[in-house]
Structures are given as C-alpha cells and as structure tokens.
C-alpha cells in the first residue's frame, strides 16, 4: 500500500513557476514508477510526466518538454514537478501516481493516486 500526497500547487501568472512535490509513504517506494497527471476542467485526466525506478524520465509531448522538469528522490521517498513558463492552459489540478509498470502512462495503469492539488495560472 502506498499514499500519495501532493503539495505545492497555486495561483501564478504566465510566465511564472510553480514545484508541485509529492511524498509517499508506504515500503518499496523505488520500484514504482512515478508519474504526474493533470485534469483540467472539462478535460480527461491526462498524463505530463513519468520518472520509472531505473530513472528514465518521459514527458507528455513538447508541449511540456522543456518547460516541465520531473524528478525523484528514493531516500525521501518524494517526487517533485519543476514547472516553468506556465501558461493558462497549464491550469488543472495535478495528480501524483505510481504504478508497478516501467513504461506506465495511462492513467488506467497506475494503481495508486494522490488526491490533487489545483495549479491556476492566469493570463
């Protein structure tokens, strides 16, 4: 069993920065695959990020890339979401993950979700 609780989340202008981070308990924290979804409104939950237990990073497209920056941390059993040059269409509220597959990105095949945190950016 693992819980999963987001932090960090808020109201930015475009342009701005936000850390989403994300602390799990439970055992085994490393041999998961750790990912963050988002869901905006009117939108199905879709996936932005994954980081897997060899540390292999993928990100949704190019639409985040270069601008989103995931990592992990195994000691402190944390994952964090660097978000930079945040636009409007950024808003969602975001969601931390883990699921048992390496290549996991669907949202189906992550077993363990957090409850969310908003991230607002205005225009």
């Known amino acids: 069993q693992v819980q999963l609780v987001e932090s960090g989340g808020g109201l930015v202008q475009a342009g701005g920065s936000l850390r989403l981070s994300c602390a799990a308990s439970?055992?085994?924290?490393?041999?998961?695959?750790m990912a963050w979804f988002r869901r905006a409104p009117g939108k199905e939950r879709e996936f932005v990020a994954r980081?897997?237990?060899?540390?292999?990073?993928?990100y949704k497209d190019d639409s985040v890339k270069g601008r989103f920056t995931i990592s992990r941390d195994n000691a402190k059993n944390t994952i964090d979401l660097q978000m930079n040059s945040l636009k409007p269409e950024d808003t969602a509220v975001y969601y931390c993950?883990?699921?048992?597959?390496?290549?996991?990105?669907?949202?189906?095949?992550?077993?363990?979700w957090g409850q969310g945190t908003q991230v607002s950016v205005s225009s």
């Open positions: 439970g055992r085994i924290f490393s041999s998961y695959t």
């Open positions: 980081v897997n237990r060899e540390g292999r990073i993928s």
């Open positions: 993950a883990a699921a048992y597959g390496t290549y996991a990105y669907r949202a189906y095949e992550y077993v363990y």
